[in-house]
């Protein structure tokens, strides 16, 4: 089924996900393809304590929509990857609720939660590659725990593998890349299987600002197949290169607007 999903979304060899996309051919003016749907993401008055400290997230709620594209920015320390770590099931809330597809994901039985987690692409500021695969064996993980059949996982991989830069390096281990270049490997592993929701937490903090524009267009068409994307950055320029982005502020654990509104970020073309 999940294959089926794959095959539907147009990943089969010599179907990419993007022709261009990361010469930023496609062009991110392009109106997005996808419509916006019901929330699939809700978090409800939802607060993290680590151990006896004080709350490191206090009555963060807000509602994000299928198909959307979302920032989340504020000063270091503010609880941005905390609020993703809640949001990609890798942290429970010590209060609140919240729901994912629907569903309310806090009281959810821990047998569930692989299910949901394989619905979730998560780029990890720290990259978490797997030091003893090879950069191919790293971007091709998630389609072999899809169940991909091994004869279907060339082509995407090959392709994703040049999207990001790296077609040479391919059979070199992540320890031996640059920071930037382990950066690019998670992303293409975070995206190859059109996961539901993507998740990035500060996926450009080491690349140039080329690189980094170039994967804010591979997010982009993504996200116009239909995932919803969720990034994590400080860099306000690159919010503005995304037409239609909204975004959210942290400030010290709280959202700058408490009542989840979301607001378009500063030169964003949708902003107007
Ligand atoms: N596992 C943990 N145990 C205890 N405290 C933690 C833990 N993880 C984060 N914190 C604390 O929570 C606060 C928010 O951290 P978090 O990493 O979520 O912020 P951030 O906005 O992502 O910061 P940055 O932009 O620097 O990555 C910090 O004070 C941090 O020390």
Same mark, same amino acid.
């Given at each position: 089924?999940?294959?089926?999903?794959?095959?539907?979304?147009?990943?089969?060899?010599?179907?990419?996900?993007?022709?261009?996309?990361?010469?930023? %051919?496609?062009?991110?003016?392009? %109106?997005?393809?996808?419509?916006?749907?019901?929330?699939?993401?809700?978090?409800? $008055?939802?607060?993290?304590?680590?151990?006896?400290?004080?709350?490191?997230?206090?009555?963060?709620?807000?509602?994000?929509?299928?198909?959307?594209?979302?920032?989340?920015?504020?000063?270091?320390?503010?609880?941005?990857?905390?609020?993703?770590?809640?949001?990609?099931?890798?942290?429970?809330?010590?209060?609140?609720?919240?729901?994912?597809?629907?569903?309310?994901?806090?009281?959810?039985?821990?047998?569930?939660?692989?299910?949901?987690?394989?619905?979730?692409?998560?780029?990890?500021?720290?990259?978490?590659?797997?030091?003893?695969?090879?950069?191919?064996?790293?971007?091709?993980?998630?389609?072999?725990?899809?169940?991909?059949?091994?004869?279907?996982?060339? %082509?995407?991989?090959?392709?994703?593998?040049?999207?990001?830069?790296?077609?040479?390096?391919?059979?070199?281990?992540?320890?031996?890349?640059?920071?930037?270049?382990?950066?690019?490997?998670?992303?293409?592993?975070?995206?190859?299987?059109?996961?539901?929701?993507?998740?990035?937490?500060?996926?450009?903090? $080491?690349?140039?600002?080329?690189?980094?524009?170039?994967?804010?267009?591979?997010?982009?068409?993504?996200?116009?197949?239909?995932?919803?994307?969720?990034?994590?950055?400080?860099?306000?320029?690159?919010?503005?290169?995304?037409?239609?982005?909204?975004?959210?502020?942290?400030?010290?654990?709280?959202?700058?607007?408490?009542?989840?509104?979301?607001?378009?970020?500063?030169?964003?073309?949708?902003? %107007?």
């Amino acid at each position: 089924m999940r294959l089926a999903r794959l095959r539907g979304a147009g990943f089969t060899a010599g179907r990419p996900l993007c022709h261009g996309c990361m010469s930023g %051919a496609e062009g991110s003016a392009r %109106a997005p393809v996808f419509t916006i749907m019901s929330a699939i993401v809700q978090f409800e $008055n939802v607060g993290l304590r680590y151990g006896l400290d004080s709350e490191t997230l206090s009555d963060v709620s807000f509602s994000l929509h299928g198909g959307g594209f979302y920032f989340l920015t504020g000063a270091s320390g503010a609880g941005k990857t905390s609020l993703l770590k809640l949001l990609y099931l890798a942290q429970r809330p010590s209060r609140g609720v919240i729901r994912l597809f629907g569903e309310d994901v806090v009281t959810l039985p821990r047998k569930r939660l692989p299910g949901f987690r394989r619905r979730i692409g998560v780029v990890f500021q720290d990259f978490r590659l797997v030091p003893h695969l090879s950069v191919y064996d790293n971007i091709a993980l998630p389609l072999r725990v899809a169940g991909m059949e091994e004869a279907e996982v060339d %082509a995407p991989v090959s392709e994703m593998l040049n999207w990001v830069g790296l077609g040479d390096r391919g059979q070199a281990r992540p320890a031996t890349l640059s920071g930037g270049e382990q950066q690019r490997v998670a992303i293409a592993r975070a995206v190859i299987a059109r996961p539901e929701i993507l998740v990035a937490d500060e996926p450009t903090g $080491n690349v140039d600002a080329d690189m980094a524009s170039r994967l804010m267009t591979l997010f982009e068409a993504l996200n116009r197949l239909g995932t919803t994307v969720v990034v994590a950055t400080h860099d306000l320029p690159l919010m503005g290169q995304v037409t239609g982005a909204q975004m959210m502020r942290l400030d010290k654990g709280r959202l700058a607007d408490p009542t989840g509104a979301l607001r378009y970020p500063p030169r964003s073309r949708g902003s %107007a």
